[in-house]
């Protein structure tokens, strides 16, 4: 978090940073705070004391009239740094009083144009593709052959997709899965978010196999904490073990793109109760998402779209909007940011409810896409995210599968080689980055010109 | 139909479930099966009446549970609220 530190040095120090005709630096001011990096390109800046107008003034009331002094001996000094934003609420707490520090405010980023819902396309798919340098990802052979991909949503219309993409794919009919009581076959419902998502995954990956996988379709009441559609996405999850399972331990690759949430606290139990999902991780759902990806499955999980400057209308949590398997330490929880590189209004904050530091890292959305939505509407929200952080990690699995980089470890890949945006290092707005193709593919260089196999071959032919 | 967990054995069935757990199939929703949660530890989900997982917590080491089964919906696209 980026803070204002109001700091009352001595009255010379004070007068040299109100003289113009001096340039002090935050170094001149203080020296060094615990916890505070300084910014040392701020300027100090002097701030005058307000003091009643009238003797006798209360001298804590601002609604009375008032004089500002610049009087050194009035004057505090204000300096920029940051502080980690696992740390924000112990170091305000603990500064002021310390080394002349006065007070510690937010210094929020001035923005008057994040992308919102409703807001035209920003970019369009050429844009994501090669801001996500597919490219070179190709052409070093990371293009998702070979890669199951399920998309677990509201099932994948085939035609509409290679239309958009211009261009075949494969669509796994035999591996797709639908719920009890959920009538069309795979690759043939309507056109709608799941279109989008597997759309936007084919983006880095279009050699990946789409398991079609539409759990939303599960028409059970809902709108109680105990009927509603996850046990349908835990089944979905309890046949992707098998799919996992399946596969030969060499080419085992299985990646799961979730862009779906529970928005609201009235269907849940309230936190605390043994039975509750959003804040719970031995739920049963909770449960079978840490098994799938100790098994060897990349879970990737939209963040949500109830970002502070403008949260969807559904969003009724009241904080800390990541929640359950969304915010799980397994799963990647992705952000969105548009093709600017700016984090997209609607994106989900963390700290994440199961695990603090959620989102993990931030993908490209609000573009020119699929058009599933329709002619000019742009395939949006961290929905649109996540499959597309997705794709990357399937087109990374078509040469290097699980068995060799675990789904922790390619986690933790994904997260160093992102490329950094917001405050310095992790941020709840972006997590550690947004998604960085290059950066990964050199990550993969390094760690392979280092490493072996047991049988004393290379750990990926580079 | 609430959602509950269990333990079974690896490769257990509905069949095996409702043996063991002394329900009728009629208090199971025989559609959504026995799913595998962890299979390695033998953790089974499955749903049945409300009365029937009343009747189960009478012997709480045979299930856990009622678990929440919130309802999910796609993240996208967001609203147009600003």
């Known amino acids: 978090m980026r803070v204002l530190v109001q700091l009352r040095p001595s009255p010379d120090v004070v007068a040299a940073v109100a003289d113009p005709a001096v340039t002090a630096t935050a170094a001149d001011v203080v020296n060094g705070l615990p916890g505070v990096l300084l910014d040392p390109t701020f300027t100090p800046v002097a701030v005058p004391r307000p003091l009643p107008a009238r003797a006798g003034g ?41 080394d002349g520090v006065v007070g510690v405010y ?72 639908s719920p009890d009581g959920v009538p069309g076959r795979p690759g043939e419902f309507d056109v709608d978010h799941g279109t989008m998502c597997a759309f936007d995954a084919l983006l880095a990956a279009p050699k990946a196999s789409v398991i079609d996988i539409p759990v939303l379709l599960s028409r059970r009441p809902g709108g109680s904490a105990l009927d509603g559609l996850l046990s349908d996405a835990m089944a979905a999850f309890a046949h992707l073990r098998t799919v996992l399972d399946a596969q030969p331990a060499e080419t085992r690759a299985l990646v799961v793109t979730n862009s779906w949430g529970s928005f609201s606290p009235d269907w849940d139990f309230p936190p605390g109760h043994p039975g509750n999902y959003s804040d719970n991780p031995a739920h049963p759902f909770n449960l079978i998402v840490g098994s799938l990806a100790a098994a060897g499955a990349d879970i990737l999980f939209a963040a949500g779209n109830c970002g502070r400057e ?118 709840y707005d972006y997590g550690y980055g947004v998604v960085n193709v290059p950066g990964i593919v050199e990550a993969l260089r390094a760690r392979a010109s280092e490493t072996r196999t047991a049988d004393g071959s290379p750990w990926l032919a580079v | 139909m609430v959602l509950i967990t269990v333990r079974l054995p690896r490769g257990a069935t509905l069949d095996m479930a409702l043996r ?63």
């Open chain 1, 106 to 177: 937010a210094d929020p980023v001035i923005q008057s144009s994040l992308t919102c819902g409703g807001d035209g396309p920003v970019g369009d798919w050429r844009d994501v593709r090669r801001l996500l340098a597919v490219e070179r990802l190709h052409a070093e052979g990371y293009d998702g052959s070979g890669v199951a991909l399920a998309v677990t949503d509201t099932g994948v219309n085939e035609p509409h997709v290679k239309a958009a993409l211009g261009s075949d794919f494969v669509l796994d009919r035999e591996r797709s899965w």
């Open chain 2, 20 to 82: 063991e757990l002394r329900l009728k199939k009629e208090e199971v929703d025989v559609g959504y099966g026995v799913v595998a949660i962890d299979p390695d530890h033998g953790l089974y989900g499955l749903r049945v009446s409300a009365m029937a997982a009343h009747r189960l917590t009478a012997t709480p080491e045979a299930m856990d549970g009622p678990w929440a089964d919130p309802k999910i919906e796609p993240m996208g696209p967001p609203g147009k609220d600003r």
């Open chain 1, 310 to 427: 403008c949260p969807d209308g559904r969003c009724s949590y009241p904080d800390r909007p990541i929640t359950g398997a969304n915010s799980h330490p397994a799963v990647v929880s992705v952000a969105g940011v548009d093709v600017t590189g700016e984090r997209v209004g609607y994106s989900s904050q963390g700290p994440g409810r199961l695990a603090d530091r959620k989102p993990d890292l931030a993908a490209y959305t609000h573009f020119a896409g699929s058009g599933a939505f329709g002619p000019g509407e742009p395939d949006s929200g961290t929905s649109a995210a996540c499959p597309v952080a997705a794709g990357v990690v399937a087109a990374i699995r078509s040469r290097v599968p699980s068995t060799v980089l675990s789904p922790s470890d390619l986690r933790t890949l994904l997260m160093r080689s992102a490329d950094d945006r917001g405050v310095l290092g992790y941020d």
């Open chain 1, 58 to 98: 209360d001298p804590l009331s601002l609604n009375q009239p008032l004089i500002f002094s610049m009087a050194p001996r009035d004057a505090s000094v204000l300096v920029r740094g940051e502080i980690a934003d696992d740390e924000v609420s112990t170091r305000l707490a603990l500064l002021p009083g310390r």
